[in-house]
T-cell receptor
Framework: DVKVTQSSRYLVKRTGEKVFLECVQD?????MFWYRQDPGLGLRLIYF???????EKGDIPEGYSVSREKKERFSLILESASTNQTSMYLC???????????FGQGTRLTVV | DQQVKQNSPSLSVQEGRISILNCDYT??????FLWYKKYPAEGPTFLIS?????DKNEDGRFTVFLNKSAKHLSLHIVPSQPGDSAVYFC??????????FGTGTKLQVIP
């Protein structure tokens, strides 16, 4: 059974903290993505990666960075968390040449 | 600028009837379209897709229709079941990689 696993289901962090969200996939997929989901806004792409050590900005990269040191792992970093980054964060992966993606269960991040 | 729009935030349908979820897009370069289903506290799961070279794709109870001239696609679920109650996201891509999602439609199927 294919799996995309996000390290935490729920996180509460303080304003200004550096936050790491981790995502691991076991399908040997080349592509990995980070989205955030907000009411009325749907899923918005933050960053994506086609290969190890490669990254591309999505639609809303401000305030975020990413790291992909290994093929199976894609990390999202909030350099200095702010309250407007309170959201549901979703990691996804897909194989080269296919658009259909597999999603993790999501991390509900609250910044106080 | 919302390139993929789902104008109905919610929809209620009786069990056994047809559910029709609609989606409009503005980018004529999109060439692949997908629908995802999302239950609360879970990630979205892929449901069905269609290439821009087709106008219909069917998978069991689910059919997606694409009208390129109107830049419109729809998802039909027949017959609707209570387990279909979820949020449905329309998505579109140009090429294989970057996918743009709509805002979602919450479907409630009433037993």
């Amino acid at each position: 059974d294919v799996k995309v696993t996000q390290s935490s289901r729920y996180l509460v962090k303080r304003t200004g903290e550096k936050v790491f969200l981790e995502c691991v996939q076991d399908m040997d997929h080349e592509n990995m993505f980070w989205y955030r989901q907000d009411p009325g806004l749907g899923l918005r792409l933050i960053y994506f990666s086609y290969d190890v050590k490669m990254k591309e900005k999505g639609d809303i990269p401000e305030g975020y960075s990413v790291s992909r040191e290994k093929k199976e792992r894609f990390s999202l970093i909030l350099e200095s968390a702010s309250t407007n980054q309170t959201s549901m964060y979703l990691c996804a992966s897909s194989t080269l040449g296919l658009t259909e993606a597999f999603f993790g269960q999501g991390t509900r991040l609250t910044v106080v | 600028d919302q390139q993929v729009k789902q104008n109905s935030p919610s929809l209620s349908v009786q069990e056994g009837r047809i559910s029709i979820l609609n989606c409009d897009y503005t980018n004529s370069m999109f060439d692949y379209f997908l629908w995802y289903k999302k239950y609360p506290a879970e990630g979205p799961t892929f449901l069905i897709s269609i290439s821009s070279i087709k106008d219909k794709n069917e998978d069991g109870r689910f059919t997606v229709f694409l009208n390129k001239s109107a830049k419109h696609l729809s998802l039909h679920i027949v017959p609707s079941q209570p387990g279909d109650s979820a949020v449905y996201f329309c998505a579109a891509s140009q090429g294989y990689q970057k996918v743009t999602f709509g805002t979602g439609t919450k479907l409630q199927v009433i037993p």
